[in-house]
């Protein structure tokens, strides 16, 4: 069921898995260990959470969506420092589409008029393109940022549209092509991002790591310079 507008704010939700090691970023093993996979996926959280804190327009609410209990949940919004401006909540939902759904329809159940969905895996993804994202809702009713590897980093609506996330073979390179495929079906007006690139396996690291270091602007930034060092010393330590 899709409802109508009811006021002019965005949502913006940062998914992630909560912070355990040997369950976070196990592509990236071998030859990264257990350890530094969880510090890889604490940088890339954080980064994240410093990038979109950028986007302070009043209109956008900014919520970090945790995997696990609320309790921990909170216990990890302690260890981040997390910033009043960041709501913490934790997804609920048997699969990824269906924590997806649970979450969107709270949102729009709020209030919000468009709810936006990222993860943490895009680090190069900046927050102009997600602004340009949120202006391009005004117009359509789903945005959808590709990944090479057949998914996306990026979706948001304008609409509450459940349909488009269920029957999805999560974690395959059918992602973003299922999801165009019931866009059609629905019919649902939508517009495509740039396409980008997921930090997965290690050699996604190491191209990532390539990118950033002939990026002054990133690597200069308040927001990109942690995370520049956690990934210069990963590769490092495998040369």
């Given at each position: 069921?899709?409802?109508?507008p009811?006021?002019?704010?965005?949502?913006?939700?940062?998914?992630?898995?909560?912070?355990?090691a040997?369950?976070?970023?196990t592509?990236?093993?071998p030859?990264?260990?257990?350890?530094?996979?969880?510090?890889?996926?604490?940088?890339?959280?954080?980064?994240?959470?410093?990038?979109?804190?950028?986007?302070?327009?009043?209109?956008?609410?900014?919520?970090?969506?945790?995997?696990?209990?609320?309790v921990?949940?909170?216990?990890y919004?302690?260890?981040?420092?997390?910033?009043?401006?960041?709501?913490?909540?934790?997804?609920?939902?048997?699969?990824?589409?269906?924590?997806?759904?649970?979450?969107?329809?709270?949102?729009?159940?709020?209030?919000?008029?468009?709810?936006?969905?990222?993860g943490?895996?895009t680090?190069?993804?900046?927050?102009?393109?997600?602004?340009y994202?949120?202006?391009?809702?005004?117009?359509?009713?789903?945005?959808?940022?590709?990944?090479?590897?057949?998914?996306?980093y990026?979706i948001?609506?304008?609409a509450?549209?459940?349909?488009?996330?269920?029957?999805?073979?999560?974690?395959?390179?059918?992602?973003?092509?299922?999801?165009?495929?019931?866009?059609?079906?629905?019919?649902?007006?939508?517009k495509?991002?740039?396409?980008?690139?997921d930090?997965?396996?290690?050699?996604?690291l190491?191209?990532?790591?390539?990118?950033?270091?002939?990026?002054?602007?990133?690597?200069?930034?308040?927001?990109?310079?942690?995370?520049?060092?956690?990934?210069?010393?990963?590769?490092?330590r495998?040369?």
């Amino acid at each position: 069921m899709r409802r109508p507008p009811q006021n002019a704010g965005t949502a913006l939700l940062v998914f992630a898995k909560s912070p355990v090691a040997g369950k976070v970023k196990t592509r990236m093993q071998p030859p990264l260990s257990n350890r530094e996979c969880l510090i890889l996926h604490d940088a890339l959280l954080r980064h994240t959470l410093r990038k979109i804190r950028t986007l302070d327009k009043p209109d956008i609410s900014k919520v970090l969506y945790l995997s696990g209990n609320l309790v921990n949940a909170h216990q990890y919004r302690l260890d981040l420092g997390l910033a009043t401006d960041i709501q913490i909540e934790t997804q609920v939902g048997r699969d990824l589409g269906e924590r997806l759904v649970n979450a969107m329809e709270k949102k729009f159940d709020e209030g919000f008029r468009k709810v936006i969905f990222i993860g943490t895996d895009t680090p190069l993804l900046n927050p102009e393109e997600i602004r340009y994202a949120i202006d391009q809702l005004s117009h359509c009713e789903v945005v959808i940022g590709p990944t090479t590897d057949g998914g996306y980093y990026l979706i948001g609506f304008s609409a509450s549209i459940p349909a488009i996330l269920k029957g999805i073979d999560w974690g395959t390179p059918r992602v973003y092509r299922q999801t165009l495929d019931l866009m059609g079906l629905h019919q649902v007006l939508w517009k495509s991002l740039a396409i980008g690139s997921d930090l997965d396996t290690f050699k996604d690291l190491s191209e990532v790591g390539r990118i950033i270091e002939h990026s002054p602007t990133f690597t200069n930034s308040n927001e990109g310079k942690d995370l520049y060092q956690v990934i210069r010393k990963l590769l490092e330590r495998q040369s």
